[in-house]
């Protein structure tokens, strides 16, 4: 599985941004994929995620009611909508896959991916 991501750029505090990230090769609804980011000086850290098939997302608590995580299974592209920015959103911000092969699994940690894209950057100036 290969992942491109796009979509940073450069916003102002209160703006929005969507964040894409086109998959290629093999994926299927055995996958869940996630959104992570980091900072400069900073771990990389978990965002949110989506399995591939639907159902439930995921989002850590500092972006809940903010951003939302989708896919378009037809595109096989997955999507950050990004809403209310602050400036503590600035990160390069990592899109990522994980091969479900087990009935209970963790997807918060970025140990717990398989694949990654390269990553996007996003400034959010005050």
């Known amino acids: 599985v290969q992942l491109q991501a796009s979509g940073g750029g450069l916003v102002q505090a209160g703006g929005s941004l969507t964040l894409s990230c086109a998959a290629s090769g093999r994926t299927s609804s055995g996958y869940i994929m996630g959104w992570f980011r980091q900072a400069p000086g900073k771990e990389r850290e978990f965002v949110a995620a989506i399995k591939w098939s639907g159902g439930n997302s995921y989002y850590t608590d500092s972006v809940k009611g903010r951003f939302t995580i989708s896919r378009d299974n037809a595109k096989n592209t997955f999507y950050l909508q990004m809403n209310s920015l602050k400036p503590e959103d600035t990160a390069v911000y990592y899109c990522?896959?994980?091969?479900?092969?087990?009935?209970?699994?963790?997807?918060?940690?970025?140990?717990?991916?398989?694949?990654w894209g390269q990553g996007t950057r996003v400034t959010v100036s005050s």
């Open positions: 990522a896959a994980k091969r479900i092969s087990q009935v209970f699994y963790t997807f918060q940690t970025p140990g717990d991916y398989d694949y």
